[in-house]
């Protein structure tokens, strides 16, 4: 009962706020104006993030309400909220003033240090590869260790677990921050992906006992699937800086926040990753800002050549929702591994074309992704 609770209350608290919050985005003239990289006409508010938030936090309360955390997770729960509200806050100010990368790095750093300061880090994972030899190797022992109680669990050592944490917030924050360019994509890949967070700590629930942890994702879930009644194609209403922070904030900490969903995290959203590490060092070659937006994107080349917008995103859901079942019900390792690379190698070899292909002019850039 619980968990249709908190998952009806975020949804229908997202259904109820999202109309009177695209007024409010007219009226503050936090819209999103033809031009630039998106190619949707008239002016689109640009404020979702806040009916995804109010949502959220209308699932966090009942579950403070009727089955508030225990122990540890107290304090990490916490840092999840916490987090989420300065990146909240630091997201608006930049649909509103447009702020400088250097700010806005500012504000993700902060929200990466919240979450690190509640001990919602990466310090150990499970073992990927068929053998322990790799761990015990002079250069990886510089680096990680095995657990002495179960030697198929990596223990990263203390002086890197703080670089990798930062590290695999920002880059998430920035991955959904990239995704975000066609209508319900970013929404619609991360509410598979906290869908998947759900059901993967629900499956080990018997073993962990976080049931707090498992009705996270499943608040966040209940407010995108509410949003995306608004967002998917075509929009009257676009995440913004608000809801793409604020979702790449928590897909990274909750898939800290339980056992091996760093995992399918990353399988998940290995395209939009994907996308993400080619463009970077694509623009750093051509000496430009690794963050400023561009129509280079897959999801854009992919429309560049002809492909309705829903069938691109219907494409992407497709993926994640195959990738994210493969993580939670494939126990081979050696599998898992071999699906990834084959889904990057394919990726890789469709923007290595499709950089070919594409004769087109670019638009100005945006000031930012």
């Known amino acids: 009962m619980i968990y249709l609770l908190v998952f009806g209350v975020a949804l229908a608290t997202a259904v109820l706020f999202t109309p009177p919050v695209r007024q409010l985005a007219f009226r503050w003239g936090i819209v999103a104006t033809p031009g630039g990289r ?7 508010p640009k404020l979702g993030g806040v009916p995804i938030i109010l949502g959220y936090l209308a699932g966090i309360v009942l579950i403070y309400a009727m089955l508030p955390p225990e122990g540890d997770n107290t304090l990490r729960l916490r840092g999840v909220i916490l987090g989420s509200v300065i990146i909240f806050i630091g997201a608006l100010l930049d649909d509103k003033l447009d702020l400088a990368p250097r700010w806005q790095f ?8 919240i979450a690190i300061g509640h001990t919602v880090f990466i310090e150990r994972f499970t073992n990927p590869l068929p053998t322990t030899d790799f761990w015990q190797s002079g250069f990886a022992s510089l680096f990680f260790y095995l657990d002495a109680t179960d030697p198929n669990i990596v223990v990263i050592r203390p002086f890197l677990v703080y670089i990798i944490s930062l590290f695999w917030v920002l880059g998430m924050i920035n991955a959904v921050n990239f995704l975000d360019g066609l209508d319900g994509l970013a929404a619609g890949v991360s509410t598979i992906a906290v869908l998947m967070f759900t059901l993967h700590s629900y499956r080990l629930l018997a073993d962990t006992g ?22 998917f194609a075509p929009a009257t209403i676009f995440l913004g800086t608000t809801g793409a922070w604020l979702l790449g904030y928590n897909l990274a900490t909750l ?14 959203m290995a395209v939009p990753i994907l996308d993400v590490a080619w463009l970077i060092v694509a623009r750093l070659r051509q000496g430009r800002h690794p963050f400023q937006g561009d ?15 829903r069938g691109i995103v219907l494409g992407y859901y497709a993926v994640a929702i195959a990738f994210g079942l493969v993580a939670i019900f494939v126990a081979s390792r050696l599998l898992k591994i071999g699906l990834w690379l084959l889904l990057t190698t394919a990726v890789l070899i469709l923007l290595t074309w499709l950089t070919t292909r594409t004769n087109r002019p670019l638009p100005t850039p945006d000031a930012n992704d």
């Open 38 to 44: 998106r190619q949707h006409t008239g002016m689109v």
């Open 106 to 113: 500012a504000f993700q750093i902060l929200a990466a240090v």
């Open 210 to 231: 976080q049931t707090a942890v498992t009705l996270f994702p499943l608040a966040l879930a209940g407010a995108l699937i509410g949003f995306l009644r608004f967002n």
């Open 255 to 268: 898939s800290i926040l339980a056992p091996a969903k760093l995992s399918t995290a990353l399988l998940v």
């Open 295 to 309: 129509r280079r994107h897959l999801h854009f080349r992919l429309l560049d050549r002809g492909l309705p917008v």
